[in-house]
C-alpha cells in the first residue's frame, strides 16, 4: 500500500474513494471492503458506539449500513455502492470500540457489500491521487490534522 500523507492524514492510493462520504473502498473479487477515511475517522473523533444494519440488507448507494456515535458526532455510515451487506466487522469494534481511530485501512474497516451496480457506479468513486488533492483541501479550509488513538489499555 502506498500512502500519501498531508498533516497527519493518510491517503492509499490503491483505493477507490467517495469522497462525499469519506468513505475509502477496497476491491476484493465479486466484493467490496469499506471504511472510513482516516479525515473521517478524525473528524469524528474516538468511536464510543456502532449500531449495524442487518447482514443480508440489500442497499442503495448512500443509504446507511450502520449508525455511528463519536465523542463528537452522530451520524450514518453511507455505502458508496448499491448491493447486498454481506459482513460488519463487529467482532472487532466489540473487543475496541476505536480500532477505526487506531487502523482505518485495516482493521477498522467497517462492512463489506457485494454491489449488484458496480459498473454503473464505480465510476461515481475517485482514485487515491484525486481523494488526496480532495482532502488537501479539505485539511487545510478545516485545520485538521489527523491522529491515532493511543492503545487501549484494560
Known amino acids: 500500500m502506498t500512502d500519501q500523507t498531508w498533516a497527519g492524514c493518510i491517503v492509499p492510493d490503491d483505493l477507490l474513494y467517495d469522497v462525499a462520504c469519506d468513505v475509502w473502498v477496497r476491491r476484493e473479487d465479486d466484493e467490496v471492503v469499506l471504511g472510513m477515511t482516516d479525515v473521517a475517522q478524525t473528524a469524528s473523533g474516538r468511536l464510543v458506539q456502532i449500531t449495524w444494519l442487518r447482514v443480508g440488507r440489500t442497499v442503495d448507494r448512500h443509504r446507511p449500513l450502520a449508525a455511528i ?3 463528537k458526532w452522530v451520524g450514518p455510515f453511507p455505502t458508496p455502492l448499491s448491493g447486498v451487506l454481506v459482513a460488519v466487522n463487529a467482532q472487532a469494534f466489540g473487543r475496541d470500540i476505536a480500532v ?4 482505518p485501512y485495516g482493521a477498522g474497516w467497517l462492512a463489506r457489500v457485494r454491489p449488484t451496480r458496480w459498473e454503473q457506479e464505480a465510476g461515481l468513486l475517485v482514485d487515491g491521487r484525486q481523494a488526496f488533492e480532495h482532502y488537501r483541501q479539505v485539511i487545510a479550509e478545516r485545520k485538521i490534522t ?4 493511543a492503545e487501549q489499555t484494560r
Request: proline share 0%; with cysteine; hydrophobic share 25%.
Open 69 to 71: 456515535e463519536s465523542a
Open 100 to 103: 477505526a481511530n487506531r487502523d
Open 146 to 149: 489527523c491522529f491515532r488513538c
